[in-house]
C-alpha cells in the first residue's frame, strides 16, 4: 500500500513539468566568433576655425570641450590699423564735402554771370567738371572706408560647422598672421574607428553587427567602413554607433568585432537552474526527466531570445526541457 502511495506521489510531481514545459533538440548552431579590440572616438569633420585678418586676439570666447553652433563667434582679432585708416578717411571725407561745397558754389555763381556775359560757358564747364571730379572722390573714399570697416569686422572668428571645441592652439592677446588656426572644431557626427589585426582583415564583413561595451550597458553598432589599406599590420575600420558619447573625442572604448564563425550548444537561459553554485539542465532520458550539471559560457541574445551557450555536460542529439 505504501508503495503505491510513493509511486502515486512521483506521478503528481512530474505531471506539472510534463504538461508546462517544452523540448528543445540540441543541435550545434553557428554563432559569430568575437574578437575584442578598442575602438576610438573620432569626429566625421575636424574643420579648422582660422583668423581672416592679422592682428592681435582680444577675445577667445570658448575652450576645449564646448559645443558651438555654425556662425558663432569663437574668437575676436583686432587691428588697430584698421581703426586708423578709418580715421584717416574719414577726415578726407570731411575735407572733400567741404570742396564740393565750395565748388558747388562756385557753379552756382558761374551760372548768374554767364547771365550777364561776365564770364563764359567753358569756365561754366570746367567748374562743373570739377564737381563730377570732387563727387567721385568722395564715392572712393566712401568704399574706401567700407572696406576697412569690412575688414574690421572680418575680426570675428566664426565657427565654421556645429561641433564641439577640440583644441584651441592660441592664447588671449597673442599676435596672429591672416589665415591662421584659432579653433579646431569636430563636427559632422561622430563614429569609432577600429585598428583590428590583419590576420582578421579576410573575416570582417561590411554591414556585420558590432557590440559595444558603454561602461553601464552593452550597444550595438554597424561595421559602414572598411579601408583597403593596411596600416602597421592593422586594417582600419569604421563603426556606426546610435547615441555614442561624445564627452571625449579620441577616447578608447572595448569593442567586440566578428572575425569568424564557430558551432556551439545553444539553450534558452531559463532552461538552466543554479542551485548551489551548480548549474542544472533536465534533459529527457529513457523517456524521463534527469537532471545534469554541465558547464556554462557566455549569453547572447539569438532571434530575440536569451540564449547560453553549454561547454560541457550536453552534447548534440540531448532532447532538453525548457520551462
Not at 43 to 72: F, N
Not at 146 to 174: C, H, I, N, Y
Not at 211 to 225: H, N, P, S, T, W
Amino acid at each position: 500500500m505504501m508503495r503505491f502511495f510513493t509511486t502515486g506521489i512521483l506521478a503528481l510531481c512530474f505531471l506539472p513539468l510534463v504538461a508546462h514545459a517544452g523540448e528543445l533538440l540540441l543541435k550545434p548552431t553557428s554563432v559569430a566568433e568575437m574578437k575584442a579590440v578598442y575602438g576610438q572616438v573620432e569626429a566625421r569633420d575636424s574643420v579648422l576655425a582660422r583668423a581672416r585678418i592679422g592682428g592681435t586676439v582680444t577675445e577667445l570666447k570658448v575652450t576645449e570641450g564646448d559645443l558651438v553652433k555654425a556662425g558663432d563667434v569663437v574668437a575676436v582679432v583686432k587691428d588697430d590699423k584698421l581703426s586708423f585708416q578709418i580715421r584717416a578717411v574719414e577726415a578726407q571725407l570731411l575735407g572733400l564735402d567741404a570742396s564740393l561745397k565750395n565748388a558747388l558754389l562756385e557753379v552756382e555763381r558761374a551760372e548768374r554771370l554767364i547771365k550777364s556775359g561776365a564770364t563764359t560757358s567753358q569756365r561754366l564747364d570746367q567748374l562743373r567738371t570739377e564737381v563730377d571730379v570732387i563727387r567721385n572722390q568722395i564715392a572712393a573714399a566712401q568704399a574706401q572706408r567700407l572696406v576697412a570697416v569690412a575688414q574690421s569686422q572680418e575680426g570675428d572668428v566664426l565657427a565654421p560647422t556645429a561641433g564641439r571645441v577640440l583644441k584651441v592652439p592660441v592664447t588671449r592677446d597673442a599676435v596672429v598672421l591672416p589665415g591662421e588656426v584659432i579653433v579646431n572644431i569636430g563636427g559632422g557626427g561622430f563614429f569609432l574607428q577600429l585598428a583590428i589585426p590583419e590576420r582578421h582583415a579576410l573575416s570582417l564583413k561590411q554591414g556585420a553587427a558590432i557590440r559595444i561595451d558603454a561602461g553601464d550597458e552593452l550597444r550595438e553598432g554597424q561595421l559602414v567602413k572598411i579601408y583597403p589599406q593596411i596600416e602597421s599590420g592593422r586594417v582600419i575600420a569604421d563603426v556606426e554607433v546610435k547615441d555614442i558619447s561624445t564627452e571625449f573625442v579620441n577616447a578608447r572604448v572595448l569593442v567586440e568585432v566578428p572575425v569568424g564563425e564557430r558551432l556551439a550548444l545553444l539553450i534558452p537561459s531559463n532552461a538552466v537552474e543554479t542551485r548551489s553554485g551548480l548549474d542544472f539542465v533536465t534533459v529527457i532520458q529513457a523517456q524521463k526527466p534527469v537532471e545534469r550539471v554541465v558547464v556554462t559560457g557566455e549569453t547572447s541574445r539569438v532571434d530575440g531570445v536569451s540564449s547560453v551557450e553549454i561547454l560541457s555536460g550536453l552534447s548534440a542529439g540531448d532532447v532538453v526541457v525548457i520551462p
